[in-house]
């Protein structure tokens, strides 16, 4: 028919400027890529076909009479779009592979318009858009994958698929406008049976279905796919069925399809849903007015389409938006709707609810451990013990990463939440088999009741989330209810923080040291390395003060840091025999590049890397001991001594000494006090000092106070001690005169026999 001719030539000037504007931004952008050339080619040709179109379209408009659309040149035309599909597609591909990350979204932006337009130019011929479509969809594919590290798989997919549904059925949708537009412009017997070749070329491309009534609603046309769909759902409606009333098609039993024929208004996309044996089908209803010549009530035309697939793509996106994707279960926007709706009942009837967050203990230990697919195994099983116990109306969602939150619906009561906490924690506690392996986690859970603890989402939410901090502070493993100290002690701590930030820049942040003593000769081996806090307003704070705040937020590298560079310019200043100690946090040893801190820290002061020692607790052992000793060999490669502190509390295990050679172990001072009174601390003494011996690492002890000590350390042949009996820690001030003093001391408490000895050597 001309009238598609003509509505393809009207998109020809729209399509001919946004092609040629889309090829220069392109070809620009592409300049010093490896494919410009090959780009420019493809422009080139893409000119060529423009102008081509261009030409036709200044021809066609100098002609009195227009050509009619003939299957032969309806095939010609699809041809053509295949070409043109090619064209830009090849574009695509060379630009999203070859694009940067920062242009790949601004080419994105003026490849997807493109597209898009290109599409709707062709409307009034369906086959041909449709082949565009599919032909410049996979060039776009292929480029696409081949960015996996700027585009993840399933974003990809994502794109692709959209790509395939929605904008052909945007372009069908607008394609049936243009037909329905048509039909109601044929008035004339002529132009009926002219609209009737229109319709049934329309109808040959297998998406829409035509239809049309009198002024009674009996259906006067029906495509044969319509007829057999109309079957399927009520045998009434056969295909040798003659005087078939549409209104009496209606599934729906508000009688919408009825109601709005009844109306004789023009209508578009109704929606009916339709169960067959087969499933779930949705079919879209559009139909405009006919008029007579006299103005009267003629009936209706129209078409409708199965859009089935399309509708379960919706619902798979909203599914997508509101499911976790890997547990099953609600995600994070999900579920603060759910609470939302939760607060509405609670100022509307007063229901009370229980917010429960939930946090996996010890799971990025298995994620690091054993690799992402055994911790996704693990949180999946994790996820189904979850919902096991709960009731069928609460939810419960995955927050991200580890952490999840359960939705308690219409209780607060404390001891039925209890009894929900503790048989979560159980069954979450249990072992896992996964691939063989048997695995262990913990659960730790915070609880806020509505109203007591709030009464806004956002209230219970941080409340929830306090509470959770104070079971992890509290051992793991356990359930806290929120309390409103929780909150006083939060806002304490995050002004804490903020007060630590500013006190790194005003160097607010000092060193005192703290002897370690020789027990042969007397002398000073080492100095520890201690921080404090001047703050302007607090005064002196001890690091239990703020140490703990630092770790939560990753301010404890650039405390650590400074530490490291403060204690080791200090050093410069000692005689060359005193080596400088400095306590590192895990935090800080698992957060940052540890031996790009200290390495970095050598290179600036200078000091002689066998001065410095870095001391560690064993729970960094205990988190992650492959990469903890990954990194403790590089710090032994710098050449810097390694102390495991508080060596004998807490999980001390022999194995650490087997996976990694300590230089110094150092005891803790709990094992001294009360010694008098317990020998059995003086034997556990005495066989790490033989443990050391043996290995030929050194022994320092920790909390020496009396002579008694001293004498002990000494029969037992303990290589150094530290404690108030020697000194306090004392400010970088008096270092220089304690170092002097002691040398006195030690000098002139040897025999003069040594002394002369040593003075003829």
């Known amino acids: 028919m001309a009238s598609q001719l003509n509505g393809l030539l009207e998109m020809v000037p729209i399509g001919t400027v946004g092609a040629v504007l889309s090829v220069l931004l392109l070809t620009n952008m592409m300049q010093g890529t490896s494919v410009v050339q090959v780009a420019l080619i493809v422009s080139a040709f893409i000119f060529v076909y423009q102008f081509m179109a261009l030409r036709a379209y200044l021809v066609a408009r100098q002609q009195e009479t227009r050509r009619e659309a003939s299957v032969k040149i ?66 776009l594919a292929l480029g696409l994958f081949s960015r996996p590290e700027v585009i993840s798989l399933v974003h990809v997919i994502g794109l692709i698929v959209a790509y395939y549904t929605l904008v052909p059925a945007m372009v069908l949708q607008q394609s049936k406008e243009f037909f329905t537009r048509c039909i109601n412009e044929l008035n004339s017997n002529e132009e009926a049976e002219i609209s009737n070749a229109l319709l049934n070329r329309f109808e040959e491309t297998g998406h829409d279905w035509f239809w049309a009534t009198d002024e009674n609603g009996y259906l006067e046309r029906a495509s044969d796919n319509l007829r057999s769909f109309l079957s399927t759902v009520n045998s009434a409606f056969s295909d040798t069925a003659t005087s078939i009333k549409l209104g009496d098609f209606d599934p729906d039993s508000c009688g919408s399809l009825s109601s709005v024929l009844a109306a004789r208004q023009d209508f578009e996309d109704l929606g009916l849903r339709i169960d067959l044996e087969d499933g779930k089908h949705w079919v879209s209803f559009s139909g405009r007015t006919i008029t007579r010549n006299d103005g009267s009530f003629g009936g209706f035309a129209g078409v409708c389409a199965d859009v089935t697939k399309a509708r379960l793509a919706e619902e798979k996106i909203v599914e997508m938006a509101i499911v976790d994707g890997l547990t099953g279960l609600h995600n994070r926007t999900s579920l603060y709707k759910e609470i939302d709706v939760m607060v509405r009942r609670l100022e509307r009837y007063a229901t009370p609810f229980t917010l429960l967050f939930l946090d996996l203990d010890k799971f990025k230990l298995v994620n690091d451990s054993y690799g992402h697919h055994v911790g996704d195994a693990l949180l999946k099983e994790a996820s189904n013990r979850i919902r096991s116990v709960l009731r069928d109306k609460d939810v419960v969602g995955r927050l991200g990463g580890d952490e999840f939150a359960v939705l308690v619906q219409e209780t607060n ?60 502070d509290d051992g793991r493993g356990v359930f806290r209810y929120f309390e409103a100290q929780m909150d006083f002690e939060q806002r304490e701590r995050r002004m804490l923080e903020q007060e630590m930030r500013q006190a790194l ?21 080492c100095m520890e390395a201690l921080i404090r806090w001047n703050h302007s307003i607090r005064g002196r704070l001890s690091p239990d003060e703020f140490i703990s705040i630092a770790e939560q937020s990753n301010l404890i590298v650039d405390v650590g840091r400074w530490s490291i560079k403060s204690a080791c310019n200090t050093a410069l200043t000692w005689p060359e025999d005193v080596k400088v100690a400095v306590n590192i946090s895990g935090m800080h040893f698992m957060r940052s590049d540890i031996v ?80 008098e009174e317990n020998e059995n601390r003086k034997a556990i003494v005495y066989a790490i000092s033989a443990l050391g011996e043996n290995l030929n690492i050194d022994i320092t002890v920790e909390g020496v106070e009396t002579r008694e000590h001293v004498e002990f350390l000494k029969t037992i042949h303990c290589d150094q001690a530290q404690g108030y009996y020697y000194s306090k820690p004392i400010p970088v001030s008096e270092v220089p005169a304690f ?17 002369k000895g040593n003075t003829a050597a």
């Not at 820049?505 to 081996?525: C, H, L, Y």
């Not at 002097?740 to 026999?753: D, K, M, Q, V």
Request: hydrophobic share 45%; with cysteine.
């Open 413 to 472: 009561d404390p001891v039925f939440v209890a009894k929900l906490a503790a048989r979560i924690i159980q069954i979450v506690s249990e072992p896992y088999e996964v691939e063989n392996e048997t695995l262990y986690i913990g659960l730790s859970v915070g609880i806020a009741m509505a109203p007591i603890h709030g009464t806004q989402r956002e209230q219970l939410l941080r409340n929830a989330d306090l509470a959770l901090y104070r079971a992890k």
């Open 505 to 525: 820049s005003d160097n607010e942040f000092e060193m005192k040291f703290q002897p370690m003593i020789s027990t042969q000769s007397g002398r000073v081996a």
């Open 596 to 675: 790009g801190d200290v390495r970095q820290v050598l290179e600036e002061t200078g000091i002689t890397p066998s001065r410095l020692e870095v001391e560690i607790t064993e729970s960094i052992l205990i988190d992650n001991n492959g990469e903890t000793v990954t990194k403790l060999n590089g710090l032994r490669a710098l050449g810097v001594s390694i102390a495991m502190d508080d060596f004998g509390t807490g999980y001390s295990s022999l194995g650490y000494l087997t996976r990694f050679k300590f230089d110094r172990l150092k005891i803790d001072k709990s094992f001294l006090m009360g010694m």
């Open 74 to 139: 309806i095939k010609r035309l699809v041809l053509r779009a295949g070409v043109h599909g090619v064209l830009w597609g090849g574009m695509c591909y060379l630009v999203i592979s070859s694009a940067d990350s920062t242009d790949l979204f601004v080419s994105g932006m003026i490849l997807g318009g493109t597209l898009l337009i290109t599409s709707f130019c062709y409307r009034s011929v369906p086959q041909a858009s449709l082949t565009f479509i599919a032909v410049s969809g996979i060039f």
């Open 739 to 755: 170092l002097l003093r002691t040398f006195s001391e030690a000098i002139s408490t040897r025999s003069p026999a040594t002394i």
